[in-house]
């Protein structure tokens, strides 16, 4: 197993944040995709496909949803999942943190966090650090 972790602070309400972990707003704050689709709402069990940028068409599931809490989902790799948590938890200031989580499991856990993981890693602070943004300024 492989794990890396990013958080932000924002001054954004979870509410903001919720709407900018939509689906259709993950191009908007992730540089690193060029465009998901959802097939069905927003909840638990239903399939998407995304395309990060360089890198083949990828098919995932949305595993839990908690609004204005957080989500995760799972991308599907050649005996490899690669999960995805995103949460928010208001602070006693009045801002929220912002933590995004990235896990490689399975037999192929190792390959894949070379080829990919690195990348992942180094692109998730920016990624966050726009999302924070986005959310402090009402964008969805």
């Known amino acids: 197993m492989w794990t890396t972790q990013t958080s932000a602070v924002s001054r954004a309400t979870p509410e903001a944040v919720w709407n900018l972990w939509q ?10 995709l060029e465009w998901v689709r959802l097939d069905g709402a927003f909840q638990a069990g239903t399939r998407g496909e995304l395309k990060p940028k360089g890198g083949p068409k990828t098919k995932f599931t949305v595993l839990r949803v908690d609004p204005n809490r957080g ?8 005996l490899t999942h690669l999960d995805f948590t995103h949460e928010v938890v208001p602070l006693e200031n009045g801002t929220v943190k912002i933590t995004h ?3 490689f499991s399975g037999p192929l856990a190792f390959l894949f966090s070379r080829i990919i993981g690195k990348g992942i890693k180094a692109g998730l602070p920016d990624a966050l650090q726009k999302l924070a943004a986005l959310a402090e300024g009402g964008a969805a």
């Open 71 to 78: 989500f995760a989902d799972r991308s599907h790799l050649p």
């Open 101 to 103: 989580t990235v896990t």
């Open 23 to 32: 689906t259709s707003n993950w191009t908007k704050w992730d540089p690193a």
